[in-house]
Nanobody, 127 residues
Framework: EVQLVESGGGMVQAGGSLRLSCTTS????????IAWFRQAPGKAREGVACIAFSDGREYYRAPVRGRATISSDNAKNTVYLQMNSLKPEDTAVYYC????????????????????WGKGTLVTVSS
């Protein structure tokens, strides 16, 4: 059974940093991809970053590009999303998702590509 569990969310002031974790089970890190999505209050869920395990390729969407870094620790079966210079508009529930096909790249990170989802972790950025 595949499971993804997010952690690391919380409340932080604008300009601060957080590291989100996506701990997985039932997924091998030699293929596939993991993506981070977020859903702000009243808005649609959007993909913000992904990493492909086959070649380590990373992709970031514009809202977080330059402020976020995605990484993986194969030994811990965990993918991280380091978020810096946080803004109030980063406030959202952050989800990780797994794509068996392993695509990670432009133009979009599609919800429909994801095969498994975590339940999310809330990030609140105060001004």
């Amino acid at each position: 059974e595949v499971q993804l569990v997010e952690s690391g969310g919380g409340m932080v002031q604008a300009g601060g940093s957080l590291r989100l974790s996506c701990t997985t089970s039932g997924i091998t890190f030699d293929g596939g991809a993991i993506a981070w999505f977020r859903q702000a209050p009243g808005k649609a869920r959007e993909g913000v970053a992904c990493i492909a395990f086959s070649d380590g390729r990373e992709y970031y969407r514009a809202p977080v590009r330059g402020r976020a870094t995605i990484s993986s620790d194969n030994a811990k079966n965990t993918v991280y999303l380091q978020m810096n210079s946080l803004k109030p508009e980063d406030t959202a529930v952050y989800y990780c998702a797994a794509d068996d096909a392993g695509y990670c790249g432009p133009p979009q990170i599609y919800e429909s590509d994801q095969d498994y989802w975590g339940k999310g972790t809330l990030v609140t950025v105060s001004s």
